[in-house]
């Protein structure tokens, strides 16, 4: 083979490389959407690509066998780019179809769409497998420069996945989008594909030329609208992809909603209209109860800084500076694009605020000042990262607090089945005096509250009667209904640790009981 032949060989072996590992990641993000980013979904797309990837080794030793030609060869890398490309075009109507089997919890549905979208990923991922064995045979000469052929091949191949781990997910999701990430590495491949295909036969290229024709038509004419349909009561307000997220802000009502990925929760609710409007009904309005869990007397002028682990929009935030004035808050949130969003979106504006991008544990192991109260809500719905939720997390959290400070943090549960609320409890028991559990009205989260000092929740009752009166009408009506909704704490459950953090694996365990029990069909309080 010519130098320039085995160049060119090199060059479609990298491209490949990058496209499959690019395909991989673009995935999870397909994926996430709808059934968000949890590890039993990225075990399936990595096993499943693993699974096609080996029988793409298999058929591409047996094709170049039968056909080593050059023709072969980019024939099959050009079906599969194209191939690839339809993945988001097919996936769209797919995952529309499994978003509105998710709001009537319809199992079946949305299982069946899972294993359809997945499926999709088998003819691209197994024909791109196919290129690097099929290469090695096109390029070796003789036996004896053999082993160094497949070495060179396959570390081409490599740095090709490399660099298709990275610019994705880092360059390209954001910038355009998964749809167009997944069409931009079809088009790249494809076109390389041409030119080999030139490079052998003019006119064998050209019967080929309509691949990323028809891939650029069917996408503008397929891919429109939200990636995720909306309830008829919901207005679009803004759409994108960040590194770390799929973001939509919605109009309902007279608020402006945050909503993540699946969108399954409510991550920050915002009145633009009426920005002094603060009460929202959701868990975070019980944050603002948490300190007064202290022994008596304890008053507004106590509370003195706050650090907030997933500042979303910056609600708790802006409920915490309107109702104790503007205090130090430090707000951390990992996703630069939500901060975005918040401060156009959710007015998130407040001078007091200093916002952190960085990961929470990261942010607040690192950070030298200690707070009154640290708020936890970190949610990747219906998921808590799992760092987030230990024993060593939280002694880094009790270490950062002041001689009165507490920890509030938000967690899930069903009507019936409350194995995270009760594994947090059990956890923060093992590094704070005392813990306390508020079960949020119409809701299916709990916020537990964990003080440095021995309290009692009687102590909220009497610290409300000694506000002034001057105070936010906000702050004893909320400390009244906290102390309504406290429920028992629980002395057993599972315990989390830097080692052995298994929330995943228990709150997958709650969400196949809740669609299989008929819980589904009961209000959680």
């Not at 004896?144 to 997910?169: K, L, Q």
């Not at 682990?309 to 694009?337: C, M, N, R, S, W």
């Not at 069903?414 to 559990?437: I, N």
């Not at 599972?494 to 365990?509: H, I, K, Q």
């Amino acid at each position: 083979m010519k130098t320039s032949s085995q160049r060119y060989l090199y060059l479609a072996v990298f491209a490949a490389g990058l496209t499959t590992l690019g395909i991989e990641l673009g995935a999870s993000r397909l994926l996430g959407t709808v059934f968000g980013t949890s590890n039993a979904v990225w075990a399936n797309i990595i096993g499943l690509i693993l699974l096609y990837l080996t029988a793409g080794y298999f058929l591409g030793g047996r094709i170049a066998d039968r056909s080593p030609q050059d023709v072969t060869f980019y024939r099959v890398i050009a079906w599969g780019a194209f191939t690839a490309g339809l993945i988001p075009i097919v996936a769209h109507p797919v995952l529309q179809f499994a978003a509105r089997a998710i709001l009537n919890i319809s199992v079946p549905i949305i299982v069946g769409s899972f294993g359809a979208v997945l499926i999709l990923f088998a003819v691209p991922v197994t024909l791109l497998g196919t290129v690097s064995p099929f290469a090695i045979r096109l390029a070796i000469q003789d036996t004896e420069s053999s082993g160094r052929v497949s070495g060179r091949m396959y570390a081409i191949s490599t740095i090709g996945s490399i660099i298709g781990t990275f610019v994705p997910t880092l360059v390209l999701i954001p910038a355009i989008g998964t749809n167009w990430t997944f069409l931009l590495l079809a088009e790249m491949l494809l076109a390389v594909a041409l030119v080999g295909l030139a490079r052998v036969s003019r006119k064998e290229m050209l019967k080929w030329i309509w691949m990323p024709i028809v891939l650029i038509v069917l996408a503008a004419l397929f891919l429109r609208g939200p990636m995720r349909p909306l309830h008829a009561n919901m207005t679009l307000l803004y759409e994108d992809e960040t590194a770390y997220n799929y973001v939509q802000v919605v109009r309902l009502g007279q608020a402006n909603i945050l909503m993540l990925n699946e969108g399954q929760a409510i991550h920050s609710q915002y009145y633009p209209d009426h920005p002094d409007f603060l009460e929202t009904g959701g868990q975070w309005d019980y944050f603002l109860a948490a300190p007064f869990f202290n022994n008596p007397p304890f008053s507004p002028a106590d509370v003195g800084s706050m650090a907030q682990i997933g500042l979303a929009g910056g609600t708790i935030a802006k409920q915490y500076t309107a109702v104790f004035g503007p205090i130090p808050i430090d707000g951390i949130e990992i996703d630069p694009g939500i901060v975005s969003v918040g401060r156009e979106y959710f007015g998130m504006n407040e001078p007091n605020l200093n916002v952190i991008v960085q990961d929470g544990r990261y942010a607040l192991a690192t950070s030298t000042r200690s707070y009154d109260v640290i708020g936890i809500d970190a949610y990747r719905m219906p998921y808590v990262p799992w760092h987030l939720t230990t024993v060593e997390f939280f002694q880094e959290a009790y270490d950062h607090l002041t001689e009165r400070g507490v920890v509030v943090i938000n967690a899930g549960r069903t009507a019936s089945d409350r194995r995270v609320v009760d594994a947090f409890a059990v956890t923060l028991g093992q590094v704070f005096a005392s813990v306390h559990v508020i079960d949020i009205p119409n809701t299916c989260n709990s916020v537990l509250v964990a003080t440095v000092q021995q309290t009692t929740p009687e102590n909220l009752i009497e610290n409300m009667s000694q506000l002034p009166a001057d105070i936010h009408p906000l702050l004893p009506k909320i400390i009244a209904m906290a102390h309504r909704q406290i429920r028992p704490t629980a002395q057993e459950g599972m315990l989390f640790t830097d080692d052995r953090a298994a929330v995943e694996l228990l709150t997958d365990s709650i969400l196949v009981n809740f669609a299989l029990s008929g819980d589904s069909a009961l209000p959680c309080q």
